[in-house]
């Protein structure tokens, strides 16, 4: 088991910074998933620490061993990393068990440990014969981890694997590959854009903008006390709404709202996420109008608009008591709320 560290690495392509000093530590034996949208350097992180991509500043190191930085940088071959790509990249002219067998010695090509890997990723043996383009989407996915798992690498990098799935097969996909990778007792990043991916996969999330890590933290600190608005606004639906914060009250649109932690008087944002806003229960005397309502079966997000021309609010309805487009409701909201001066 290995532990990864990255501190002070950067990258530029000509006049681009694509990474920006990042200091991150993904702990032996978890999984981090490294959040934000197309361009914010995700991938660049990803190929430094791979190898194929040499950092400019900075140290990357598997548990003691520095790979990169200190006048030196490791060749992939030489890291020990198992690499997924978004794509799988299987080869269409060998069947499973020689895709899987690739990435092993000569030595042990023959040996017992694709059909190991096969059933680590939750795939029976028989499948070793089948050939990529007899497999779905989802077991394309689980070979191509297969692979990287087999020769036991120091750090496993999954860079957007699920991208090409629809839903509903990404979900069960991500559950499978997620189960493989604590089995295998891997250090594992995953690169990704989606937030339910990385909030439900992950031990670590590592959110990134314009090249540099701007928070990284456990999932449930990550959306319930983000740094900043923008990480706030980029993880997970938010309203933010202005306030005048004082001796710990928030006056806002949606009415007086305790604040959480220690916040000085003053204007602010506050944030406030969709479970937090209740429809008609309690003392509400906020009113609104319900402008659309998104039904999910065993909920709906129901999008407000406080009257008569106040902020516009999303809130989640329980699927048993989802309110018509087009009514008046009273709103209240489940404090205390974060505030960003």
């Not at 938010?238 to 959480?260: C, I």
């Not at 005397?285 to 319900?290: L, P, S």
Request: with cysteine; hydrophobic share 45%.
């Amino acid at each position: 088991m290995t532990r990864l560290e990255l501190r002070g690495v950067s990258k530029s392509f000509t006049d681009v910074r694509a990474v920006a000093a990042v200091d991150l530590t993904v702990p032996h034996d978890s999984v981090t998933a490294v959040l934000g949208p197309s361009g914010c350097g995700k991938t660049t992180l990803l190929r430094l620490i791979a190898g194929f991509v040499v950092p400019e500043a900075g140290t990357i190191r598997f548990g003691d061993v520095v790979v990169a930085g200190d006048g030196r940088a490791l060749p992939p071959q030489q890291r020990k990393v198992g690499y997924v790509p978004q794509e799988g990249a299987l080869f269409p002219h060998l069947d499973v068990a020689a895709n899987i067998a690739f990435g092993l010695p000569r030595s042990q090509r023959r040996s017992a440990r694709v059909g190991e890997v096969l059933d680590l990723v939750e795939l029976p043996a028989a499948f070793g014969s089948r050939y990529p383009h007899q497999l779905s989407g989802g077991q394309q996915q689980r070979v191509a981890l297969a692979r990287a798992l087999a020769p036991e690498p120091s750090v496993v990098l999954l860079d957007e694997p699920f991208s090409s799935l629809d839903a509903s097969l990404r979900a069960s996909t991500g559950r499978a590959v997620l189960r493989a990778l604590r089995v295998a007792h891997a250090t594992a990043v995953l690169v990704t854009h989606d937030q339910d991916e990385a909030l439900s996969l992950a031990d670590q999330v590592a959110v990134m903008r314009e090249g540099k890590v701007v928070q990284a933290a456990t999932p449930r600190e990550i959306y319930r006390s983000p740094v900043d608005a923008g990480v706030a606004r980029f993880v997970g639906g938010a309203a933010m709404l202005p306030a005048a914060v004082r001796a710990g009250v928030a006056s806002t649109a949606l009415g007086e709202l305790p604040v959480a932690g220690d916040v000085g008087d003053g204007a602010a944002e506050v944030l406030v996420r969709p479970e937090q806003v209740l429809i008609g229960a309690g003392a509400a005397t906020v009113k609104a109008r319900v402008d659309e309502v998104a039904y999910y079966g065993h909920d709906a997000s129901v999008t407000l608009t406080v009257l008569p021309d106040g902020p516009v609010v999303v809130a989640r309805a329980g699927g048993l008591d989802v309110p018509e487009v087009g009514a008046t409701v009273t709103v209240s909201v489940a404090g205390p709320v974060v505030v960003f001066p």
